[in-house]
Nanobody, 124 residues
């Protein structure tokens, strides 16, 4: 059974930083792992993805230059470094894994394993 455990969320003021972690129960071979977020009353949206086939992808214009996805294969962990956080970044952030198609996507239906989510709250 694939398990993903997120951590690192919290409450920060605008301009602050957080680093989210997603620890996986599997080794990083032929994988894709993505970060999604869902704000209250909004649909879930893809934030960033890293895969063994097509590397790193970012999906939101608003995040460019502020968010960085990375991985530590030895620790089976994917990180999302978030800098210059803004109130509109407030959401529950989820990591998700696709063990069948090792390609990035911002379509949440591609991903079959999900973490429990971690809350990020940014105050102005």
């Amino acid at each position: 059974e694939v398990q993903l455990v997120e951590s690192g969320g919290g409450s920060v003021q605008a301009g602050g930083s957080l680093r989210l972690s997603c620890v996986a129960s599997f080794s990083f071979v032929d994988y894709s792992i993505a970060w999604f977020r869902q704000a209250p009353g909004k649909e879930r949206e893809g934030v960033a993805c890293i895969s063994s086939s097509d590397g790193i992808n970012y999906y939101l214009d608003s995040e460019k230059g502020r968010f960085t996805i990375s991985s530590d294969n030895a620790k089976r962990t994917v990180y999302l470094q978030m800098d210059s956080l803004q109130p509109e970044d407030t959401a529950v952030y989820y990591c998700a894994a696709d063990m069948v198609l090792p390609y990035c996507s911002n379509n949440d239906r591609q991903f079959d394993s999900w973490g429990q989510g971690t809350q990020v709250t940014v105050s102005s």
